[in-house]
């Protein structure tokens, strides 16, 4: 989905995906972030993960191109941020956002470099981030991704799955099959959680009654 989508959705508050706390599974998987872990979040949104995850003393990078996003999520955290122009290896654009430990690129999560994030991240924290992507975008995003982390170095993805032929996204299903595809050749895949969620309004009226929500620690074999 492109720039214009997403800031059409931030304007009119279409922002169900928004938790407005930490998510519950970050909270059960935060004891195998190495300590002072440098936390990479893509797509993050105003999550507050993001907040959460500074506090336990983790420098944190996001990364969100919708300005309104990143405005309000500073506004409600009550922080203010500095702001630099920076530019991505192939020559795109970023603002970075920083306050003490936190710092977000306002800019393509798809464009991002290890460079612009200051070098390699030690644990990518993915929620909803795959599966609000295209499908064709999957292969480079998490090339991408693999680039970003530092050998070893780990990924807590939280993922949906459902029927596709019944709606599109996003969230575009990304099921455990599709996770294995993606990632089994460079990372080793465990997968620590499965759970139903009841679909949003718009799923359920599609005839999607659940989805699968699955969390999974990958590591980087390399
Ligand atoms: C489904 S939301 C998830 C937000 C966040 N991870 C959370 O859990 O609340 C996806 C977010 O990614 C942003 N986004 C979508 N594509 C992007 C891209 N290519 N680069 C940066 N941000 C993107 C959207 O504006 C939206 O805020």
Do not use: N
């Not at 972030?33 to 999550?47: D, E, H, S």
Request: a negative charge; proline letters at 6%; charged letters at 25%.
């Amino acid at each position: 989905m492109k720039h214009g989508f997403w800031d059409e959705r931030w304007r009119q508050g279409q922002i169900g995906f928004h938790l407005g706390r930490p998510h519950d599974w970050l909270v059960e998987a935060a004891h195998r972030f190495p300590p002072q872990a440098r936390v990479y979040v893509p797509l993050c949104g105003k999550a507050v993960d993001l907040v959460w995850l500074r506090d336990r003393g983790h420098e944190v990078i996001g990364c969100e191109f919708v300005a309104r996003a990143i405005e309000e999520f500073f506004r409600e955290q009550g922080l203010e941020a500095a702001t630099e122009h920076r530019v991505a290896g192939r020559g795109t654009p970023f603002e970075c956002h920083r306050t003490p430990g936190l710092s977000l690129l306002r800019g393509d999560a798809l464009e991002t470099d290890p460079d612009l994030l200051g070098g390699p991240v030690d644990v990518i924290f993915d929620r909803a981030a795959l599966v609000a992507l295209d499908p064709a975008c999957r292969t480079r995003y998490v090339d991408g991704l693999h680039r970003l982390l530092r050998p070893g170095g780990h990924v807590l993805l939280i993922a949906f799955a459902y029927e596709q032929s019944l709606v599109e996204g996003p969230p575009w299903s990304v099921d455990a099959g599709t996770i294995e595809r993606l990632f089994s050749d460079r990372f080793r895949l465990e997968t620590l959680a499965v759970r139903a969620e009841e679909g949003s309004p718009r799923f359920q009226a599609a005839g999607v009654a659940a989805m699968e929500e699955r969390c999974c620690w990958l590591t980087r074999r390399d």
